[in-house]
């Protein structure tokens, strides 16, 4: 071995020493990216996530297992949610119009307007719709401290629990805005955090053609859409968009319901748009 080492003349040293230092160049730079392990670690965050949202949605499918088990899930679904209320003369309007198509909604009440309101808080739970938590006073719960977001929250869902016997299952941020820590308040009262799909922009247009429009040109099947009980233009919109809706071919079912379906479709927790 050394004989054969010492026949080696330098230029021979070079390209074995070059080698070498290519070889642990290349290990290096594998052993790198392999630290590095992008992909890896995506995956398990992606992993992680899924199961959360499958385990909040199974919250949800149980409560309503009896009415998703019946539903054809090649069918087109929306969920019309009604923010900021219950209002003690737009809600009746509101709730009349749901009867007269035999329609199923979700109500994210204030939890300050349902003790104002308690009366209608009830028709609500009573004409069979769903309620969810809008907080008690409409803040952006951003900008508050976490004991006041928790306030916000279990605060409402007595409110909204008093006035109308049910427990609030879900809520959702003024605004739409959140972050960790209100996730975190809300999963804590074992709610999922539901936002919209669709803006009806009814808050800013007052306008009950202009809502229509809005809606019917932005509704696609699964769509969480964002209305409020608050204004009269809303309820005037109703008659016309839910039976333009009808029309075509949309049934109507309540958040945990659309959510409930959702999960074999893989959408996620959150339905969000313009955030
Ligand atoms: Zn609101």
């Known amino acids: 071995m050394i004989r054969v080492l010492r026949r080696i003349r330098w230029p021979g040293w070079v390209l074995i020493i070059f080698i070498a230092i290519t070889f642990f160049y290349i290990s290096g730079s594998m052993i790198g990216a392999n630290s590095q392990a992008v992909p890896t670690t995506k995956k398990v965050a992606d992993h992680k996530l899924k199961e959360t949202v499958l385990h909040s949605k199974q919250f949800l499918v149980q409560k309503d297992s009896e009415v998703i088990k019946s539903l054809d899930r090649n069918k087109k679904y929306i969920a019309l949610t009604f923010d900021d209320g219950p209002s003690s003369d737009v809600t009746p309007q509101v709730l009349e119009a749901l009867e007269e198509y035999d329609v199923k909604a979700t109500f994210f009440m ?55 016997g049910q427990y ?8 739409g805005k959140f972050d960790k820590r209100v996730e975190e308040t809300a999963t804590a009262l074992r709610n999922s955090l539901i936002l919209w799909s669709v803006d009806s922009m ?74």
Not at 119 to 136: D, F, L, P, Q
Request: proline letters at 4%; glycine letters at 6%; charged letters at 20%.
């Open 110 to 164: 204030l939890g300050s307007q349902a003790k104002a309101n308690p009366s209608m808080a009830r028709a609500v739970a009573k004409a069979g719709h769903e309620i969810g938590n809008h907080t008690n006073s409409h803040q952006n719960l951003v900008k508050l401290d976490t004991y006041d977001i928790k306030e916000e929250f279990s605060e409402s869902a007595r409110n909204i629990e008093e006035a109308s």
């Open 202 to 275: 009814d808050w800013k247009t007052r306008n009950a053609k202009m809502i229509n429009e809005e809606i019917l040109n932005s509704v696609t099947p699964g769509a969480i859409v964002l209305m409020h009980d608050i204004h009269q233009e809303t309820a005037d919109a109703l008659p016309e968009l839910l039976s333009a809706l009808i029309n075509e071919g949309y049934q109507f079912v309540t958040v945990s319901e659309i959510l409930s379906l959702s999960v074999n479709v893989g959408t996620g927790l959150y339905y969000k748009v313009n955030y």
């Open 168 to 175: 609030p299952t879900m809520s959702r941020p003024p605004y």
